[in-house]
T-cell receptor, first 115, second 114 residues
Framework: KAGVTQTPRYLIKTRGQQVTLSCSPISGHRSVSWYQQTPGQGLQFLFEYFSETQRNKGNFPGRFSGRQFSNSRSEMNVSTLELGDSALYLC??????????????FGAGSRLTVL | AQSVSQHNHHVILSEAASLELGCNYSYGGTVNLFWYVQYPGQHLQLLLKYFSGDPLVKGIKGFEAEFIKSKFSFNLRKPSVQWSDTAEYFCAVNVPNGNNRLAFGKGNQVVVIP
């Protein structure tokens, strides 16, 4: 079955602009999580959605937001882009919220460069 | 919030050498533990996981990890590495309280020289 699909794979924006990233989870997966990966900070949790509701949020400013649709697809938005937002944004899906057998499957990521 | 420590960020070794990567976490309660691997140009993939039971878990490609609760550690090992094991390895922790949130370590960049 198809994996986690993220679009676009690469994009370049300038400071002050906004960006929307999309994630299509594995079919049947209802939980979608987002992570930011940078060389300096590593992988940091942004937020998790389940059944169209944000279930958990990491320590990021309000410029970072997301949503989930009824088909479990998710988008994240970053407004007023800053240079430090340049990163690989990873989406991960899992069948449901944690019972102990849950494992995240990651997509290839969207690489954002802010100039 | 829990934190995860991985030491020796850059590791260089020759084929057939043994590999051990350390992982320590800060949470005192029950945790789920994972090792993920990111090969050059590829996405993060699960290497192995620990939820409960036998503290020695085996994963793909000959990797294994040992959970030592008293040391808050989950170290990754492979007895004999291959060039194809060149990758970045991430340890991650989840606190099982109804979410899938992972706290990741900073990763170990492993280079295996043929």
């Amino acid at each position: 079955k198809a994996g986690v699909t993220q679009t676009p794979r690469y994009l370049i924006k300038t400071r002050g602009q906004q960006v929307t990233l999309s994630c299509s989870p594995i079919s049947g997966h209802r939980s979608v999580s987002w992570y930011q990966q940078t060389p300096g900070q590593g992988l940091q949790f942004l937020f998790e959605y389940f059944s169209e509701t944000q279930r958990n949020k990491g320590n990021f400013p309000g410029r970072f937001s997301g949503r989930q649709f009824s088909n479990s697809r998710s988008e994240m938005n970053v407004s007023t882009l800053e240079l430090g937002d340049s990163a690989l944004y990873l989406c991960a899906s899992s069948p449901q919220l944690e019972p102990r057998a849950n494992v995240l499957t990651f997509g290839a990521g969207s690489r954002l460069t802010v100039l | 919030a829990q934190s995860v420590s991985q030491h020796n960020h850059h590791v260089i070794l020759s084929e057939a050498a043994s590999l051990e990567l350390g992982c320590n976490y800060s949470y005192g309660g029950t945790v789920n533990l994972f090792w993920y691997v990111q090969y050059p140009g590829q996405h993060l993939q699960l290497l192995l996981k620990y939820f409960s039971g036998d503290p020695l878990v085996k994963g793909i490609k000959g990797f294994e990890a040992e959970f030592i609760k008293s040391k808050f550690s989950f170290n990754l090992r492979k007895p004999s590495v291959q060039w194809s094991d060149t990758a970045e390895y991430f340890c991650a922790v989840n606190v099982p309280n109804g979410n899938n949130r992972l706290a990741f370590g900073k990763g170990n960049q492993v280079v295996v020289i043929p």
